[in-house]
């Protein structure tokens, strides 16, 4: 099992994971899951007052926290569900986890058995509850506070609208905004840009590379998902090392194959993608979807 499954947990002040976390103590565990499962939860957090539209980004980050949570619990139908979660994980929790627990999470066959609620790797058995109490161990002790430190970083950052409260606007149509209408993760464009890149890396690896030049285009666009956080070395480790590039290269994996692109995945990959969301969590500028984002510099960038 992970690592983070042993010790106390220790969080001194209440924050919107500690919201959550008591959240999910009141539901009815005999009515836990089916596919009304993600809508009562997002509207207890509605009912906890989560979506006041004074600081919608912190409000948009919390529903999208809320959607990883129940992936988790839920568990994944293969290692490949698995990655894909974490990267998108990676985003949510603004790069707070520890970079190796993404590799000891998707590597450990026992971990992957429980989360995958099935035997994987060396693993022979694993009972359907004792998979359940894992992911509930692991939601517990890794992904709240997790969750609780991302809040952290992003809040100081959160802009505070107020803009529907002004009595005297000559504008009577001011709205308030709806955070779960929110194109962009924590609002930020930054972070959506960031999203898709790393999405698409991921996805081109795991699929797999017609022609050695596919992967050389691959090693480089790397770099701009990894925010330059990855290593040098091991962006070219993919061609240089033989044994490797034939595994990476052909669109019609073997078992083996799979297994070697996604065990890379999670050993160099999403550690570094990790490393870039904790990079941009404290720069990046906060919009709104319905505004056009144009840079103070005037130079183009969003950050």
């Known amino acids: 099992m992970t690592e983070a499954l042993h010790g106390d947990l220790d969080l001194d002040v209440e924050g919107p994971a500690d919201v959550t976390e008591r959240i999910l103590a009141a539901v009815d565990q005999d009515r836990w899951g089916g596919d009304d499962v993600r809508d009562r939860l997002h509207a207890r957090l509605e009912e906890a007052g989560i979506d006041h539209p004074t600081r919608p980004a912190m409000s948009k980050l919390t529903h999208d926290q809320m959607d990883l949570l129940v992936d988790l619990l839920e568990g994944f139908e ?3 569900d698995l990655l894909q979660w974490q990267q998108d994980l990676v985003i949510q929790t603004v790069g707070q986890l520890e970079d190796s627990w993404y590799s000891r999470t998707a590597a450990n066959a026992p971990t992957v058995s429980a989360l ?11 009972p359907p509850a004792l998979a359940r109490e894992v992911r509930r161990g692991i939601a517990a002790q890794d992904l709240l506070p997790a969750f609780h430190a991302g809040h952290e970083v992003a809040r100081w950052a959160a ?3 107020v803009d529907h409260l002004d009595d005297d606007a000559d504008d009577d149509e001011i709205e308030p ?3 779960q209408a929110q194109q962009y993760p924590l609002m930020r464009p930054a972070f959506g840009e960031l999203h898709g890149q790393q999405e698409a890396a991921l996805s081109d690896l795991l699929e797999g590379f017609e022609a ?8 480089h666009r790397v770099t701009s998902a990894s925010y330059a956080q990855i290593e ?4 070219t480790a993919p061609y240089f090392e033989t044994p490797l590039r034939e595994r990476l290269l052909g ?16 050993e160099y990959l999403l550690p570094a993608f990790n490393r870039a969301a904790d990079a ?3 720069r990046a500028q906060e919009v709104t979807a319905a505004r056009g984002f144009r840079a103070e510099t005037g130079d183009g960038s969003i950050t």
Request: aromatic residues 8%; negative net charge; charged residues 35%.
């Open 78 to 80: 293969t290692r490949h």
């Open 116 to 126: 995958l609620g099935e035997p994987w790797g060396t693993t022979k058995e694993m």
């Open 159 to 161: 802009v505070e609208r």
């Open 177 to 179: 905004i709806d955070p």
């Open 212 to 219: 050695p030049e596919d992967l050389l285009a691959w090693a």
């Open 232 to 235: 040098r070395e091991t962006v």
């Open 251 to 266: 669109t019609a994996p073997t078992g083996e194959d799979r297994f070697i692109r996604e065990s890379w995945a999670c």
């Open 280 to 282: 941009l969590g404290k």
